[in-house]
């Protein structure tokens, strides 16, 4: 069973920084990449990040650039999203996806879904 368990969600205020965790298991680590996508109430859901696990390439949206890191530890399966200087803006739910083969940021390219984290930055 394919499992993607996202974890480091939270209240933080402006500034401040959290990091997300994506844990995925039933199915091959390294054949996919993995994505994490945003969504705040009203708006679509929105690439944030993605990570190839065979080369590690990494993509970025232009709203997080130099803010956000994405990681993954093979060994662990596991992908991580250090996110820093948080703005009110990047308040949304969380969610972290895998997609076979290509990374893309796309959301329509992601076959599993984790269940969401919620991220709340106050002002």
């Known amino acids: 069973e394919v499992q993607l368990v996202e974890s480091g969600g939270g209240l933080v205020q402006a500034g401040g920084s959290l990091r997300l965790s994506c844990a995925a298991s039933?199915?091959?680590?390294?054949?996919?990449?993995i994505g994490w996508f945003r969504q705040a109430p009203g708006k679509e859901r929105e690439g944030v990040s993605c990570?190839?696990?065979?080369?590690?390439?990494?993509y970025y949206a232009d709203s997080v650039k130099g803010r956000f890191t994405i990681s993954s530890d093979n060994a662990k399966n596991t992908v991580y999203l250090q996110m820093n200087s948080l703005k009110p803006e990047d308040t949304a739910v969380y969610y972290c996806?895998?997609?076979?083969?290509?990374?893309?940021?796309?959301?329509?390219?992601?076959?599993?879904w984790g269940q969401g984290t919620q991220v709340t930055v106050s002002s």
């Open positions: 996806a895998a997609a076979f083969g290509v990374a893309t940021m796309s959301p329509l390219g992601y076959d599993y």
């Open positions: 039933g199915f091959t680590f390294d054949d996919y990449a």
């Open positions: 990570i190839s696990s065979s080369d590690g390439s990494t």
